[in-house]
């Protein structure tokens, strides 16, 4: 199916852990995102990507580690998940007009 | 550095009635504004967007948003709200470079 998916849609995870999140969209947009969303901050940027192999952090990318080998693959990982990563997390694409979005990753850290 | 600020983090309107939500950007450069919606356990759902064209710019379900330069806004409007619109609703500015700074959202509650 066509679209930008991610998985898994919920996780659990102990602090300590590392943990991946993972994107596919299947548009071979050039650039794509990762977001969190928190109540009160709205969404955040935490990484993105202008192309494979080229990626540059946002707002908030402490903690977090990306890579893009293929242009329709962007990874989010936590090298030690921390209880201050709980969130939602979307992943984005964008072909140039407008950025479509992922269903989001709702993670726990406890 | 650009900013988006909305204001009101809870709206209530009756079913019917018109529905404002404000947004108010900062950017040094002519923005590129935007508009997107999300409903529970859903991702964001682009609702209309403002590239420099058109200042009153037209989305889908019938709302739409007006950028004014001397107010630094571009609040969203919808003339009779549906119980369906009920949802949280962010706006967003980007410089161009794709990159979106969203703000805090609001969310919108219709009552019947």
């Known amino acids: 199916d066509a679209g930008i998916t991610q998985s898994p849609r919920y996780k659990i995870t102990e602090t300590g852990r590392q943990v991946t999140l993972m994107c596919h969209q299947t548009?071979?947009?050039?650039?794509m995102f990762w977001y969190r969303q928190d109540l009160g901050h709205g969404l955040r940027l935490i990484y993105y990507?202008?192309?494979?192999?080229?990626?540059d952090k946002g707002e908030v990318p402490d903690g977090y580690v990306v890579s893009r080998s293929k242009t329709e693959n962007f990874p989010l990982t936590l090298e030690s998940a921390t209880r201050s990563q709980t969130s939602v997390y979307f992943c984005?694409?964008?072909?140039?007009?407008?950025?479509?979005f992922g269903q989001g990753t709702r993670l726990t850290v406890v | 550095a650009q900013s988006v600020t909305q204001l009101g983090s809870h709206v209530s309107v009756s079913e019917g009635a018109l529905v404002l939500l404000r947004c108010n950007y900062s950017?040094?450069?002519?923005?590129?504004l935007f508009w997107y919606v999300q409903y529970p356990n859903q991702g964001l759902q682009l609702l209309l967007k403002?590239?420099?064209?058109?200042?009153l710019v037209k989305g889908i379900n019938d709302f739409e948003a007006e950028f004014k330069k001397s107010e630094t806004s571009f609040h969203l409007t919808k003339p009779s709200a549906h119980m369906s619109d009920a949802a949280e609703y962010f706006c967003?500015?980007?410089?161009?470079?794709?990159?979106?700074?969203f703000g805090t959202g609001t969310r919108l509650t219709i009552i019947p």
């Open positions: 548009w071979s947009h050039s650039y």
């Open positions: 967003a500015v980007s410089d161009g470079n794709e990159k979106l700074t």
């Open positions: 403002y590239t420099s064209a058109a200042t």
């Open positions: 990507s202008a192309a494979a192999d080229i990626t």
């Open positions: 984005a694409s964008s072909g140039g007009t407008e950025a479509f």
């Open positions: 950017s040094s450069v002519p923005p590129y």
